[in-house]
T-cell receptor, first 117, second 114 residues
């Protein structure tokens, strides 16, 4: 498709389980971002990828969160041993240019809604 | 540190009213970008506008207009003659030109009633 694609769109899991959320950015976009949006809240920055590397992981809330990107394209956000406070919508965005020329517009996917029971 | 403040949590207007969404930002960077995004009920954020810090010219696009005032660190968004389809959450965001992290405000939920 032409836009950022995220899967699953909805995920319900039990506390303590691991989950993987996938993001397929717009083709050719070198920058990829993960944000978290809790109910009624703003967007919390999690991590950024430039190509396959992640220069800044400081937004990840705990060491239970990790992310990788392979082939400069698809990214996976993994949450281990999920907790109820992890319940949120996880948004992925991509951007068309590299760090020096990026004018900043982010193209968002529809998000993955995670519910931890 | 960078910060974006949207003091209005929710605004409710009647169709055809004008409405202004406030955005105040903090940054130590001398060059930066400011953005507005719209998140309709369907959930997908949509980019509306980008403004460079060195360009304080106001912009109008149809019923939308943006007022950037560097002196007050504000980047306000006005919708003229609001319509029901304008109902959404609107986010203001900030990014320095040399970096990559875009910081978002908490958002303002706009309800436009028929």
């Amino acid at each position: 498709g032409a836009g950022v694609s995220q899967s699953p769109s909805n995920k319900v899991t039990e506390k303590g389980k691991d989950v993987e959320l996938r993001c397929d950015p717009i083709s050719g976009h070198t920058a990829l971002y993960w944000y978290r949006q809790s109910l009624g809240q703003g967007l919390e920055f999690l991590i950024y990828f430039q190509g396959n590397s992640a220069p800044d992981k400081s937004g990840l809330p705990s060491d239970r969160f990790s992310a990788e990107r392979t082939g400069g394209s698809v990214s996976t956000l993994t949450i281990q041993r999920t907790q109820q406070e992890d319940s949120a919508v996880y948004l992925c965005a991509s951007s068309p240019r590299g760090i020096l020329t990026n004018t900043g517009e982010l193209f968002f996917g529809e998000g993955s809604r995670l519910t931890v029971l | 540190a960078q910060k974006v403040t949207q003091a209005q949590t929710e605004i409710s207007v009647v169709e055809k009213e004008d409405v202004t969404l406030d955005c105040v930002y903090e940054t130590r960077d001398t060059t930066y970008y400011l953005f507005w995004y719209k998140q309709p009920p369907s959930g997908e954020l949509v980019f509306l506008i980008r403004r460079n810090s060195f360009d304080e010219q106001n912009e109008i696009s149809g019923r939308y207009s943006w007022n950037f005032q560097k002196s007050t660190s504000s980047f306000n968004f006005t919708i003229t003659a609001s319509q029901v389809v304008d109902s959404a959450v609107y986010f203001c965001a900030l990014r320095d030109t040399g970096g990559f992290k875009t910081i978002f405000g908490a958002g303002t939920r706009l309800f436009v009633k028929a």
